[in-house]
């Protein structure tokens, strides 16, 4: 019997259920990871609230990264054993696997090895964050040297590992956060300029950065209203990644500014990317080389124990974090 959260209807972290069941073998194609630690993902609160892109089948599991110690492989595994430190890369649906519990199956190709100077829990904060802009900056958009980066949300895991690769490339990271509580800090972790857009002129802050050049790359997870800032601050033929919808509020589309300038908004997911294997492979091992040697590091936010998942979404919900929220088993 293993530890597992369900839940059985949509709604706030309350819904969240620790149970016991018993976990199947891996079938074909599987492989079964005794788990030390979980990432948890903004993703995963959405799906919990009916809010995704899948709608959840009762009772519903959860959980895209966990990293922990083979338990047992399905028949038709290759090139990993019992005993071997894993890692999980989410490209499979919710409602058919999910990673929150003390043993879980996974998809082989959702697996992956970590560098060994990673703890557990930094083991289970690195792919979907990294692979989440390695897809957009530097696979898709082609990130130069020079090239200006404006990152909404930048306090969130994935736009740390965008300001991590920006610096990594010779790019230039600007950060946009609503608050200046997070500037000091965003500096610290990379952020060549902090915007905040609550307290400035967006428009005008930007302008003055890149002297009036614009962006090249807009990485946004939020949506709604911002848009049209967003596009008005983009350079001459760039592209506005819409990565997400964390916004409540209707997106306006920008029209004037993407005919004026040829602009790009490109609706981007993780999964288009970890779902072409000979894409996932060539990121996997750039993010594994740079991870091992040092130039990637996850920040962690904060841990709770695996008892605690309804007070970990409840955080995870709250706005307050910097970096990863982590999970323990």
Not at 240 to 260: D, H, K, N
């Given at each position: 019997?293993?530890?597992?959260?369900?839940?059985?209807?949509?709604?706030?972290?309350?819904?969240?259920?620790?149970?016991?069941?018993?976990?199947p073998p891996p079938a074909s194609g599987e492989i079964q990871i005794q788990v030390a630690a979980i990432g948890l993902n903004r993703a995963e609160a959405m799906f919990r609230r009916g809010q995704y892109l899948e709608a959840p089948d009762f009772p519903a599991r959860l959980g895209y990264e966990a990293a922990g110690t083979i338990k047992a492989v399905g028949e038709d595994v290759h090139g990993y054993?019992?005993?071997?430190?894993?890692?999980?890369?989410?490209?499979?649906?919710?409602?058919?696997?999910?990673?929150?519990?003390?043993?879980?199956?996974?998809?082989?190709?959702?697996?992956?090895?970590?560098?060994?100077?990673?703890s557990w829990e930094e083991a289970a904060a690195?792919?979907?964050?990294?692979?989440?802009?390695?897809?957009?900056?530097?696979?898709?958009?082609?990130?130069?040297?020079?090239?200006?980066?404006?990152?909404?949300a930048a306090s969130s895991s994935v736009g740390l590992a965008a300001i991590q690769l920006c610096n990594l490339v010779g790019a230039v990271p600007i950060?946009?956060?609503?608050?200046?509580?997070?500037?000091?800090?965003?500096l610290n972790q990379g952020a060549r300029h902090v915007v905040v857009s609550e307290e400035e002129d967006v428009i005008a802050a930007v302008e003055n950065i890149t002297e009036g050049q614009g962006v090249r790359i807009i990485f946004d997870p939020v949506g709604?209203?911002?848009?049209?800032?967003?596009?008005?601050?983009?350079?001459?033929?760039?592209?506005?990644?819409?990565?997400?919808?964390?916004?409540?509020?209707?997106?306006?589309?920008?029209?004037?500014?993407?005919?004026?300038?040829?602009?790009?908004?490109?609706g981007y997911t993780l999964f288009e990317f970890?779902?072409?294997?000979?894409?996932?492979?060539?990121?996997?091992?750039?993010?594994?080389?740079?991870?091992e040697g040092a130039q990637l590091k996850p920040l962690i936010a904060k841990t709770f124990s695996l008892d605690d998942i309804v007070e970990a979404h409840r955080y995870l919900e709250s706005n307050t974090q910097f970096g990863k929220i982590i999970v323990t088993v």
């Open positions: 019997m293993s530890k597992v959260v369900r839940f059985n209807q949509t709604g706030d972290p309350d819904v969240l259920q620790i149970v016991d069941e018993e976990v054993k019992i005993g071997d430190a894993v890692s999980t890369i989410p490209n499979f649906p919710l409602n058919r696997y999910g990673v929150y519990g003390e043993v879980v199956n996974v998809p082989v190709t959702a697996v992956a090895f970590h560098p060994l100077n990673l690195i792919w979907m964050q990294y692979l989440t802009a390695y897809g957009a900056l530097i696979d898709i958009a082609k990130m130069q040297p020079d090239d200006f980066v404006l990152i909404p950060a946009m956060t609503r608050h200046s509580d997070k500037k000091q800090e965003l709604g209203p911002m848009l049209e800032t967003l596009a008005e601050v983009a350079a001459s033929h760039g592209i506005i990644f819409q990565y997400g919808a964390l916004s409540p509020e209707p997106t306006p589309f920008p029209l004037f500014s993407v005919l004026g300038k040829g602009l790009t908004i490109s970890t779902q072409d294997q000979q894409q996932l492979k060539r990121a996997k091992d750039d993010i594994y080389g740079w991870l």
